[in-house]
C-alpha cells in the first residue's frame, strides 16, 4: 500500500489496524473479561494506577508462574498470529491491563525477553505516543533534558497494533492518562 500525505508516520515496524474486532466481538471479550482476576502492579516499588492480569508467563525474569492462556483468548491470540504472521504458539505471554479512568502507563520499552508485541484496544481509545529510545547513561550524559514524542497515535476502540523490529526495540511508548475506563489486550513473542 503506497502512503499517502493523510497516512499516519509510524517508525518502522509499527503496523495499525483499526477495527480489528467487531463490535459484536467486543462486549464478548469484556464479558470475559470481567471472570479474569487482577492485581496490583508494581514497577520499581511504584504501585501503578492499572491493575493486570499475565497469562503464559510474566514480565518477572525470575520465572513467576501464571496460569494458561484462557478458552476466550485463544481465538484473539489465532487472529492477532495471522496479522503478525506467526505462529499461534510463537505468542508466549498474555497481558490484561485495565485502566480505570486517570491511569497512564509511564515511558518504556517491554521486557527484553519480549519481541514481537500485537495488542487490542476494548471499550475506549487511548493516545500511544513512541520516541526514540535513549539509555539512563546516554541522557544523563546529554544533560537529561525533558524529551518529547516523535509519533503519536490515537489506538480506537476495537483497533490492534502491531510493534516488531525497530519500533519495539529503537522506541519506547507512553500511553498518557485515559479518560474512560479500556482495557488493553496484548501478546508477545518470546526473542529468540
Same mark, same amino acid.
Given at each position: 500500500?503506497?502512503?499517502?500525505?493523510?497516512?499516519?508516520?509510524?517508525?518502522?515496524?509499527?503496523?495499525?489496524?483499526?477495527?480489528?474486532?467487531?463490535?459484536?466481538?467486543?462486549?464478548?471479550?469484556?464479558?470475559?473479561?470481567?471472570?479474569?482476576?487482577?492485581?496490583?502492579?508494581?514497577?520499581?516499588?511504584?504501585?501503578?494506577?492499572?491493575?493486570?492480569?499475565?497469562?503464559?508467563?510474566?514480565?518477572?525474569?525470575?520465572?513467576?508462574?501464571?496460569?494458561?492462556?484462557?478458552?476466550?483468548?485463544?481465538?484473539?491470540?489465532?487472529?492477532?498470529?495471522?496479522?503478525?504472521?506467526?505462529?499461534?504458539?510463537?505468542?508466549?505471554?498474555?497481558?490484561?491491563?485495565?485502566?480505570?479512568?486517570?491511569?497512564?502507563?509511564?515511558?518504556?520499552?517491554?521486557?527484553?525477553?519480549?519481541?514481537?508485541?500485537?495488542?487490542?484496544?476494548?471499550?475506549?481509545?487511548?493516545?500511544?505516543?513512541?520516541?526514540?529510545?535513549?539509555?539512563? $547513561? +546516554?541522557?544523563?550524559? =546529554? !544533560?537529561?533534558? &525533558?524529551?518529547?514524542?516523535? %509519533?503519536? /497515535?490515537?489506538?480506537?476502540?476495537? $483497533? +490492534?497494533?502491531?510493534? =516488531? !523490529?525497530?519500533? &519495539?526495540?529503537?522506541?519506547? %511508548?507512553? /500511553?498518557?492518562?485515559?479518560?474512560?475506563?479500556?482495557?488493553?489486550?496484548?501478546?508477545?513473542?518470546?526473542?529468540?
Amino acid at each position: 500500500m503506497e502512503p499517502s500525505l493523510f497516512d499516519p508516520d509510524f517508525p518502522d515496524g509499527f503496523v495499525y489496524r483499526p477495527d480489528f474486532i467487531s463490535s459484536e466481538e467486543e462486549p464478548q471479550l469484556v464479558e470475559a473479561i470481567g471472570q479474569v482476576e487482577f492485581s496490583a502492579f508494581e514497577m520499581r516499588g511504584v504501585v501503578a494506577r492499572r491493575r493486570v492480569a499475565f497469562f503464559g508467563s510474566s514480565y518477572d525474569a525470575g520465572g513467576t508462574e501464571t496460569p494458561p492462556l484462557p478458552v476466550f483468548l485463544l481465538p484473539l491470540r489465532e487472529r492477532a498470529a495471522a496479522f503478525a504472521s506467526v505462529h499461534p504458539d510463537a505468542f508466549a505471554m498474555a497481558l490484561i491491563n485495565e485502566y480505570p479512568p486517570g491511569a497512564p502507563i509511564g515511558w518504556h520499552r517491554d521486557a527484553p525477553q519480549y519481541d514481537t508485541i500485537f495488542g487490542v484496544s476494548l471499550l475506549s481509545a487511548c493516545r500511544m505516543m513512541l520516541r526514540p529510545y535513549v539509555g539512563p $547513561s +546516554a541522557q544523563r550524559a =546529554a !544533560g537529561g533534558g &525533558r524529551r518529547r514524542a516523535t %509519533h503519536q /497515535i490515537t489506538l480506537d476502540r476495537r $483497533s +490492534a497494533y502491531l510493534m =516488531a !523490529g525497530a519500533a &519495539r526495540t529503537a522506541y519506547e %511508548h507512553h /500511553i498518557p492518562a485515559v479518560a474512560e475506563l479500556r482495557y488493553s489486550i496484548t501478546f508477545r513473542t518470546l526473542r529468540p
